[in-house]
């Protein structure tokens, strides 16, 4: 079971389980009084929303409606346009390999007084918006299954990705093309207090 605050998630391998691993809260909420809107519970679902995302069997996966609002963005025309386009890249940054890498010139260009759209800013986008067309999926590790770890550093970041993908593949921090059938399993920026504790 996973708990968010006022959000709850059970889920099962099997669905023959369903019950059994439901009993468990409802035996919770029951002794501490507590109840639940029935309009806001779904049982036996395979593919939901939760927390901004969308749980399957294999994974998590980008919320198609999300991946759809930047593909159909088109070209910024002023700064404010490019915010926008720069919070939907934040709310997809888990699934955007080298997010900061790749989205590079529309925070500069954010931040910027003037406003100056380039052919550079254009074909960055486009680029953008090739990758998202097949977005990674975040999963769960399984026992014994061989995980790579990429490290990569460029001027404008420094990334940490987990990923599990067929040896065949390329290495995918080392190409804007989209990862195809690879898993990511964890993803993030190195931070100012990342460094000041390695351990993390």
Request: net charge positive; with cysteine; proline share 6%.
């Amino acid at each position: 079971m996973e708990v968010y605050i006022d959000d709850m998630l059970v889920k099962s391998e099997r669905s023959i389980n369903d019950v059994q691993h439901l009993k468990q809260p409802f035996d919770i909420l029951r002794h501490y009084k507590m109840k639940l809107n029935p309009t806001k519970c779904s049982f036996g679902i395979r593919v939901g929303k939760f927390l901004g995302y969308m749980v399957t069997r294999q994974g998590i996966e980008a919320i198609p409606e999300q991946i759809k609002a930047i593909i159909d963005l088109k070209s910024p025309k002023n700064v404010k346009e490019v915010q926008k386009l720069t919070g939907r890249v934040a709310a997809l940054n888990r699934f955007i390999t080298r997010s900061s890498d790749k989205c590079h010139l529309f925070y500069v260009l954010r931040k910027n007084k003037g406003f100056i759209w380039t052919s550079d800013h254009k074909k960055t986008l486009h680029s953008l918006k090739q990758y998202m067309m097949s977005p990674p999926l975040l999963t769960e590790p399984q026992v014994s299954e061989t995980m790579q770890l990429y490290l990569a550093v460029s001027i404008s970041a420094k990334k940490r990705e987990v990923v599990i993908r067929p040896s065949t593949m390329p290495h995918p921090m080392g190409s804007d093309s989209p990862s195809g059938s690879s898993t990511m399993v964890a993803s993030g920026s190195y931070t100012p207090t990342l460094f000041r504790y390695p351990e993390a």
